[in-house]
């Protein structure tokens, strides 16, 4: 079992900046890509940013490419992400999730073990 807790969210005005934590425990860390997903109301959840085990790739959704960076701490069992020039329409609840056995890809069904998240508010 992995258990994954987020931080960081919160209500902010459109074009600042915002990082998000999520720090896991149970297994090793390094053990698992991860990811982070962001449903808002009445949508899917969707794909936002993932990264490999080691953190040498990651990959993001095109509505966010550019303007948000995911990075991990595997001394620290710590997912970051790092959110610039922030939009209305990124507001939505915001979820890391652990990935055993693949790269930290786009799909939600290859991936494990998920957080409670935290919102994520961004007022225009």
């Known amino acids: 079992q992995v258990q994954l807790v987020e931080s960081g969210g919160g209500l902010v005005q459109a074009g600042v900046s915002l990082r998000l934590s999520c720090v896991a425990s149970g297994r090793p860390f390094s053990w698992y890509a991860m990811g982070w997903f962001r449903q808002a109301p009445g949508k899917e959840r969707e794909f936002v940013a993932g990264i490999s085990r080691s953190g040498g790739r990651t990959y993001y959704a095109d509505s966010v490419k550019g303007r948000f960076t995911i990075s991990r701490d595997n001394a620290k069992n710590t997912l970051y992400l790092q959110m610039s020039s922030l939009k209305p329409e990124d507001t939505a609840h915001y979820y890391c999730?652990?990935?055993?056995?693949?790269?930290?890809?786009?799909?939600?069904?290859?991936?494990?073990?998920w957080g409670q998240g935290t919102q994520v508010t961004v007022s225009s």
């Open positions: 999730a652990a990935d055993r056995g693949g790269e930290g890809r786009q799909s939600s069904l290859d991936y494990d073990y």
